[in-house]
């Protein structure tokens, strides 16, 4: 495999965790629970103007950091992802370079091809099946309202959170998703994340902290949690306990949308099945790739870097390039990245 291809392959590892201190809510386009806060169009910063998000979206995203779409992606859609899925897992489909990943609590198990040795699958933009959900219409439909016109996908991954093991290794720490990535400005960045099941508290949804996005990139490292943390789950080092926060109860194909920044996770896995989602994360291709040396960014970067140098055999790999070559043009024309 040529440096242009192993770079292109990478994919940085990410991870959520939440906390239970709020109750459960449904998810809505629009929630009572976080704050719709009254100001006027011309003050919008992390939304553009067009015919898609209705003003009262447009105000809860900017207010909020995250919107729900209820029933975004069909269920042939995902029933046909999660076929692909369970595919990989029993090695029927290898597609170049992807990912897998096993929790740390089954990491010393022998590994028997199924779904049930894999929590996350990354780097699935070789796979046909699965990067068709990068370029669904209605999923860009509505990226195009945060990024513009000019669509990259930069990180596609399918989570398949297991069963806890007792440990709580499948918590995800609390982090914010720009802590990953290389490239500004942050308000041309969005993620797509769409339940693949009923997910709610029992089975480890989504908790989001309304509001953090106006903040600043926190600084980021391993949690100390007593059952082990997986591979690059970073989470926030110091962030306010008392937050207020949100843990989005989702249907089959809702979606929700959310800024880098938005401080995030999810919590464990109380049930004995498996929970699902498939998500991306998109730019503007007006973005640009940035140096994080000397930054809060710095750990990650090193340590993906040495993960990529192990993995594809090369010596030498730039953060930077490993990014501005993985990145895949889904929509108008590729510029920066």
Partial sequence: ???????????????????????AIAAHPV???????????????????NNVLSLEQRKFYEE?????IKNLVSDDDIDRFRAEFERICRNEVKPPGIMIMRDVALAKQDYIPSEKMVSKIQDFQEDKELFRYCTLPEILK?????????????????????PDSGKETSRHPLHQDLHYFPFRPSNRIVCAWTAMEHIDRNNGCLVVLPGTHKGTLKTHGYPKWEGGVNKMYHGIQDYDPNSPRIHLVMEKGDTVFFHPLLIHGSGRNRTQGFRKSISCHFSSSDCQVIDVSGTSQENIAREVTEYAEKLYGFQGLDYKDIWRLRSRRVKGERINI
């Fill in 31 to 49: 929630s009572g629970v976080a704050s719709s806060a009254s100001f006027q169009p011309e003050q919008f910063q992390y939304t553009l103007d």
């Fill in 142 to 162: 509505y990226v195009e309202c945060f990024t513009g016109p000019n669509i990259m996908s930069v990180h596609s991954m399918l989570i398949n959170k297991p």
């Fill in 1 to 23: 495999m040529d440096l242009t291809r192993a770079g292109a392959r990478l994919q940085v590892l990410l991870g959520h965790l939440g906390r239970p201190s709020a109750p």
């Fill in 64 to 68: 909020n950091g995250f919107l729900v």
